[in-house]
């Protein structure tokens, strides 16, 4: 099973070579499909903004790893369910 991190990595640059993006709560369904839970060993919601939790983490995580492509990546290609960045206010 990969780390949910390389999932949402992997995913974001994939989207960046073709400049698409993925609404951010598809990522609760990608990660539940893989068998990852939350720290509470529950599924992932498909319906609250805890996703983007996870998402922030995964960019942090390519931060501290030295892959800053990878995280570019990943605070490009998710949205929200209005398809705009969550962190651009």
Do not use: C
């Amino acid at each position: 099973m990969s780390n949910k991190f390389d999932i949402i990595g992997n995913l974001a640059n994939a989207l960046a070579k073709t400049g698409d993006t993925f609404k951010a709560l598809g990522i609760a369904e990608l990660l539940n499909q893989n068998n990852h839970k939350t720290a509470k060993g529950k599924p992932y919601s498909t319906k609250s903004r805890g996703i983007f939790k996870v998402i922030s983490a995964a960019y942090h995580y390519f931060v501290g790893k030295g892959d800053k492509t990878t995280a570019t990546n990943i605070a490009s290609a998710y949205v929200n369910k209005k398809n705009k960045h969550a962190w651009k206010k």
